[in-house]
Nanobody
């Protein structure tokens, strides 16, 4: 059974710098790109970043809302990706989901998703 497992969420103060991780269980994602989406209560799902893993250029793409603050990296040898978040704002509070994608040529589009994790909640609060 294919699963994606996210970790690293929690309560963070404004300006904080948590790191999220995502690892696949039951498969190797070298055929895919990997991305992160987030969804806050009452808001639409937003694709924020993606990267190709072992195929493709390995250059991450970001949405304007996180560009310059979030950094996505992949470790093909260890088969996981991490999302380093910095300078968090209140509006970054959301459930963050890792997903495999058929392509990554810009901020991820949910139409390109293949597999979707349960998500990890990030709450920015003082």
């Amino acid at each position: 059974q294919v699963q994606l497992v996210e970790s690293g969420g929690g309560l963070v103060q404004p300006g904080g710098s948590p790191r999220l991780s995502c690892a696949p269980i039951g498969f190797n994602w070298d055929r895919y790109a990997v991305g992160w989406f987030r969804q806050a209560p009452g808001k639409a799902r937003e694709g924020i970043t993606c990267i190709t893993t072992t195929r493709g250029d390995g250059i991450p793409h970001y949405s304007d809302s996180v560009k310059g603050r979030f950094t996505l990296s992949s470790d093909s040898a260890k088969n996981f990706v991490s999302l380093q978040m910095t300078n968090l704002h209140f509006e970054d509070s959301a459930t963050y989901h890792c997903a495999t994608l058929r392509r990554c040529a810009g901020p991820p589009d949910e139409l390109d998703m293949d597999h979707w994790g349960q998500g990890t909640l990030v709450t920015v609060s003082s």
